[in-house]
C-alpha cells in the first residue's frame, strides 16, 4: 500500500451525520473501536474513533448548511497543496463543492468528480506510515462506485497521478479497476451495479476491517441499522454493504489465509 503523506494517498474518512451522539455509540459497538477522542473545533465537535492509539476515522453532526442532506462517509486524498490542486479539479472534469478553509493544524476542501462522487482533498503535517489497515475496527479500503467508469479514469489521472488498472472481474461479474501510484495500490473503482436506484450517484465507500463479517452484519441489524449487501465470499475475505442507523453507507472486510 502507499505510504500515507504522499500526493494522492487516501489520508482519511470522516462521517458527516443528523445524530453524531448515535453514530459514536454504534461505530464503537460495531467497530470495537476502543476509544473515541472528542475535540472542539471551529465547525463544532469532532469525534475520532481509535483503535489502540491508532485512528481509525472521524465524525461530526451536520451543520445547518447540510440540513436533510443524507449522513455520508466522505474519503479524503493527501495532496501537496490543496488550494493548487483545487484550482485544476474543473479543468479536469469536477466541482468544487467547498473551498479550501483550514480546520487545525491542517488545510482541506470537498471535491466533486465528473459523475457525482463525493471526495475531500487534505493537506497539512505528513502523516508516518500507512492509513490502510487490517487490524480490526479500521480501514482497510476505499472503492470508488461510478456511473462513468472511463470519465473517473480520466479525472483521477490528471488531479492525483493514479494509473487505472483493470485486472480482475468483481464478484459479481463486473470489471474491477485498481487505481495505482507507481506499483503501489491506492484505491479501487467498480461499475456502478445495474440494480442501484437511478437517482443514486457514483459514490466513494470506505471498508472497516472486522474479525467476523456474518457475525457485524447481523450486529449491525440488531442496532438499528440496514444490510444493502450480505456477507459475500471472494478470494481474499468476505465483506458486505451496510448502513448506519442514519442511513450512511460503509462497507466491511474479513481476511482470510
Not at 85 to 105: K, Q, S, W
Not at 157 to 178: C, M, Q, R, V
Amino acid at each position: 500500500m502507499i505510504k500515507a503523506g504522499v500526493h494522492g494517498a487516501v489520508t482519511w474518512v470522516d462521517l458527516s451525520t443528523p445524530d453524531v451522539a448515535a453514530a459514536v455509540k454504534f461505530y464503537r459497538e460495531v467497530l470495537g473501536w476502543t476509544d473515541v477522542e472528542e475535540s472542539d473545533t471551529p465547525m463544532g465537535k469532532y469525534f475520532i474513533g481509535k483503535v489502540g492509539d491508532r485512528q481509525a476515522g472521524g465524525m461530526m453532526a451536520q451543520g445547518p448548511e447540510l440540513s436533510g442532506t443524507p449522513a455520508m462517509w466522505t474519503t479524503f486524498v493527501y495532496v501537496d497543496g490543496v488550494d493548487a490542486t483545487t484550482t485544476r479539479v474543473v479543468d479536469a472534469g469536477g466541482t468544487v463543492l467547498t473551498p479550501p478553509f483550514d480546520i487545525p493544524e491542517a488545510r482541506i476542501a470537498v471535491i466533486g468528480d465528473p459523475t457525482g462522487a463525493v471526495f475531500g482533498l487534505f493537506g497539512g503535517p505528513v502523516i508516518e506510515g500507512e492509513f490502510y489497515s487490517q487490524d480490526a475496527g479500521r480501514v482497510c479500503w476505499v472503492e470508488l462506485m461510478s456511473r462513468d467508469p472511463a470519465a473517473a479514469e480520466g479525472f483521477y489521472a490528471d488531479l492525483f497521478g493514479w494509473k487505472a488498472i483493470t485486472e480482475h472481474t468483481s464478484s459479481s461479474g463486473s470489471p474491477y479497476t485498481t487505481f495505482k501510484l507507481g506499483e503501489e495500490s491506492v484505491a479501487g473503482m467498480m461499475p456502478m451495479p445495474d440494480d442501484v436506484p437511478t437517482e443514486v450517484p457514483s459514490y466513494w465507500a470506505a471498508y472497516f476491517t472486522v474479525a467476523d463479517c456474518a457475525a457485524t452484519e447481523t450486529r449491525v441489524q440488531e442496532l438499528g441499522g440496514q444490510v444493502y449487501l450480505p456477507t459475500t465470499t471472494m478470494d481474499m475475505g468476505r465483506f458486505a454493504c451496510l448502513g448506519d442507523p442514519q442511513s450512511a453507507s460503509f462497507n466491511i472486510m474479513e481476511y482470510t489465509e
